[in-house]
Structure formats: structure tokens, C-alpha cells
């Protein structure tokens, strides 16, 4: 079986109604940054990110995967189909997605403060001042914040490698490392950018780039490549 690597970005999941970052009206107009998305927030300011991290959280209880994610998991019928996004929603696995790999963390897991390897599941949408694991520390948002090492990275890239397909959604790979890893794949094979708007990228052979959204853009592909000899 080819192997399809998809890299996602928020923009895979703004038609199931959540806030991308960088578009007009997106989360960092409303926030900054360095006040919810960053190890010296977390010192200053717990409640604040955590509240940040509730508020996303319970939104994305609410959504449902939109015809992108879907489109994806159904292309496992034929491919062998990794997913690596920058989202720390779930959607794709909602979708049905068997193989997810998340660099900036999940938003549906807690872990301690002080112990990275201590990780749980949230129960229900809120994470409080005083939720403690079990060395009796603070619970962080299981997220990478600015400034913290992407442990998935590796492995990420180590996939990324082995792709005979690459496809890019709604991600303006501005935030790195994750947007170096569309370099990592190797130069011959067919790459597709979905994205209604001009991303930015250099030096990428085969890049085919469609200019539409996630929803309508990925079910075609899905369909093309799925009639397409594996
Ligand atoms: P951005 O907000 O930077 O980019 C979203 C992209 O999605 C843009 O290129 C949009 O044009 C595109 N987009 C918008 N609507 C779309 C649609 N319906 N279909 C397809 N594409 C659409 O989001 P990311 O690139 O995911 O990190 O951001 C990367 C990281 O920056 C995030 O993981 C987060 C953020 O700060 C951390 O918090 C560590």
C-alpha cells in the first residue's frame, strides 16, 4: 500500500466552526500569544490559560468533523494514511483516522506540571486551579507551548520520509519546527497544498497547490487519488 502522509493545520478544522490563529478574526486577534501560549504565562498567569484552554476545549466537545477530516480517514480504504497535525483538537479522529500523530499536544489530555511522562484524559471540558495528579502537582493543558521542545518532531519527521504522498491542509506553515517538515519528504513524489489562500513555500518540487477549502478541496482529492492506482 502507498503511504499518504497529510499535514494539517487549524485551517483543516475551520468549517467545523474553530478559530484558526493567523486569519482575519482568528485566536491571536483576540489573545496574545505570550499571555496564554507560553511557559512564563503559565508562571504568571495559571487561571488565565487555563481558561484559555477550557474555552477551546468545550468548543471543540461541541464541533463535528467536517467533510476534510472525513475525507482523509476514508482514504485509509486504499492508502496506509498518517495523519500529522498541529491541531489539538480530535477531530480526525472523530473522523475515523486510525493513525494520528499530534505535534502541539491534545487538548483533551492533562498532564503534571512537574512530571512531563504523567499524562490523563479529561473528563468533560474544564481543567481548574487545584487539579492536581498524582505526585499532588499542578495539571497543565497536554499542549506545546512557544518556547517548549516538540517531542513528536522526531517521529513526525521520520514518517514524513517515508511518504509516497504528501498533502497539506489549511496550515500557513509559518510556525516551525512543524512547517519544516513539508521539506523532509522526498523531492520526487506528488505533493498537493490545500489552502484558499497564497501559502507561503520555497523550493518544493511537485508541489501541486488548490486553492479551495479544506471541504471542498480534500473530498476531490480524496476522490482522485482513490480512483488513482495504489
Ligand atoms: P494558522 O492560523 O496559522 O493558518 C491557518 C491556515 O488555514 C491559513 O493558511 C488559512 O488560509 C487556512 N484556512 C482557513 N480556512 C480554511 C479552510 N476552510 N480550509 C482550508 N484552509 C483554511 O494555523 P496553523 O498553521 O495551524 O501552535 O498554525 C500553526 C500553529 O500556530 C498552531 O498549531 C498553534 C499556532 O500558534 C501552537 O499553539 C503551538
Redesign the pocket.
Known sequence: MKKIIALT????S??SGLS????SG?L?EEYN?YDV?TPEAWESNQELVLEFYNKRRKQVIDASPNA?HHALASMEKKYDVTIIT???DDLHERAGSKNVVHL?GELGKSRSSTDSSLIYNIEGWELKPGDLCEKKSQLRPH????GEAVPMMEVAARITEQADILIV???????YP?AGLISVAKKNIPKYL????E?SVHDIDNLSCIKE???I?VPKLAKTLMENES
Not at 493545520?9 to 483543516?12: E, F, Q, R, S
Not at 499542549?143 to 512557544?146: E, I, K, P, R, S
Not at 491542509?169 to 510556525?175: I, P
Not at 490545500?194 to 489562500?197: A, F, T, V
Open positions: 493545520g487549524a485551517g483543516i475551520a468549517e484558526t490563529f493567523r486569519d482568528g491571536w500569544v501560549a476534510a498541529q491541531n489539538v502541539h499542549v506545546v507551548w512557544f491542509v489549511g496550515s500557513s506553515l509559518s510556525v512543524a490545500i489552502d484558499p489562500k501559502v477549502k479544506a471541504s478541496g
